[in-house]
């Protein structure tokens, strides 16, 4: 059952391992914990699925809600001025107490859009083991941009530059997030979508958040979707040119930005665990 945990104000969803999961060969102990990392007006409730699926295969989990979010370490009037940075440290400080917790040296992670350049933070810090990136935006250097994109993208021009809260509108949903969303449930997920910090939004615009390659040393995976709208395949090619030898890539075929929630979500997470199974294991090969 999943349970609410407390992080020095953050907060967390924690899901332990289902203990009758099939065990690994060559690996003794449980396998190590996995952080869920959400995107841009998401909180760990995105994640609940996934979580079910990873705990059945053996995996415990913990998902985010970063500051400001769901009412994760509330910053009151300054929401609108938290940055990517403050969101690293989020997630580094959630990183370390899983890890303690759970008596390892460094868990896993799996972020998601913006999470997923949260996980490369984290993976550049050395602070997780294996890295998986999820329809992923990119770090400085690699620009998301389309034409989809700057329409909707210029509502927002305004609080953007003034550091104010941003939320999507639902035509934005529709266009970028849910284009591989059944229409009757697109309702209760927009509900579920909250506001945004709108320095985080401009620092994504701007592709201000710069990863040193070379010191991402720990094994990626690189998820896309070929009917992601917000962050195009075409990205995900290019953060593994960026990676090199250390990254492995699945493309998910029919699906979009919200792989994670639409129909045949058992497809790509089952990908996934067997691709974090090889890691934990000793056997995999990018």
Known sequence: ????????????????????????????????????????????????????????????????????????????????????????????????????????????????????????????????????????????????????????QAAYLWPLLRGRPISMSRAAADALNFNRVPLADRAALFDAFVPESGRVGLDLSLGAVAVDAARVRCPLLVCAATDDRLVPARIARRLVKKYGARVAYREFPGHGHLVLLEPGWEGPADEIVRWLDAIVGGGASP
Not at 32 to 48: K, N, S, T, W
Not at 91 to 107: D, F, I, N, Q, T
Not at 123 to 147: T, Y
């Open 1 to 152: 059952m999943p349970e609410l945990v407390t992080v020095n104000g953050l907060t967390l969803v924690a899901v332990a391992a289902d203990v009758a999961a099939p065990a690994l060969p060559g690996v003794a102990a449980p396998r190590p914990p996995l952080l869920f990392v959400p995107g841009m007006m998401a909180c760990a409730r995105i994640f609940e699925r996934y979580q079910r699926f990873f705990a059945a295969r053996g995996y415990a989990s913990w998902a985010l809600n970063l500051r400001g979010h769901c009412g994760s370490r509330p910053v009151g009037a300054t929401f609108g001025r938290v940055s990517m940075s403050d969101y690293v440290d989020d997630a580094l400080e959630a990183a370390r107490a899983l890890a303690e917790v759970y008596g390892v040296e460094r868990p896993l992670v799996l972020g998601h859009s913006m999470g997923g350049l949260i996980a490369q933070k984290l993976a550049e810090h050395g602070a997780v083991d294996a890295a998986v990136l999820l329809c992923a935006a990119p770090p400085r250097g690699i620009m998301v941009s389309s034409l989809l994109l700057a329409r909707h």
